[in-house]
């Protein structure tokens, strides 16, 4: 298995490139990194296989998409159980409005991020989705007023 230490200076650039604009060409792509096409295109494959890359996609403007409320809920669980982990886990992976859910240590249990239209369509969201999961004992959300930054890009 590859490692993130395993990487020299040109996959870490190749990385950080696709980051910022995957639709860039290889040949755009062979030149930022000054490298040839063919050894670009075959570096990228490999970081590819080896699990670096795990998807390209379009990233969408939530407001034009009718998505332009951020909220995070924290959830507490009435139980924690590995049969009560499971079912919760299993009906968020179902669930297309939670777009990342975390098991957390600290005084809850699970931090859910969505996006919704505004406050009455998060209404909605927290009786016909949240609410509706599997031994939800508590919730408290935070409706975000700014966002100060929202980056995918890590640093390599």
């Known amino acids: 298995m590859v490692n993130f230490t395993d990487l020299d200076r040109t996959d870490r650039k190749i990385l950080s ?4 604009d995957s639709r860039v060409t290889n040949t755009e792509l062979s030149e930022r990194i000054s490298m040839s096409a063919t050894a670009t295109a075959e570096r990228t ?7 670096f890359i795990e998807s390209f996609a379009a990233k969408l403007a939530p407001s034009k998409v009718g998505r332009g409320l951020l909220v995070f ?9 590995p049969e009560i982990f499971d079912a919760f886990k299993y009906a968020v ?3 297309p409005d ?9 005084g809850f249990d699970y931090l859910v991020k969505s ?3 505004d406050m009455e369509a998060y209404r909605r969201f927290l009786s016909d989705v949240i609410l509706t999961l599997p ?12 966002e ?7 640093p390599v």
């Open 148 to 154: 100060i930054k929202d980056t995918h890009v890590l």
């Open 98 to 106: 939670i777009l990342e859910c975390h098991m957390v240590a600290g």
């Open 73 to 81: 809920v924290e959830i507490k669980l009435d139980r924690t159980s």
């Open 115 to 117: 996006r919704v239209l």
């Open 45 to 51: 494959k490999r970081l590819i296989r080896d699990g």
């Open 17 to 20: 490139e696709l980051q910022k």
């Open 93 to 95: 992976e179902r669930s």
């Open 135 to 146: 031994g939800v004992r508590e919730t408290h959300t935070y409706a975000v007023m700014e």
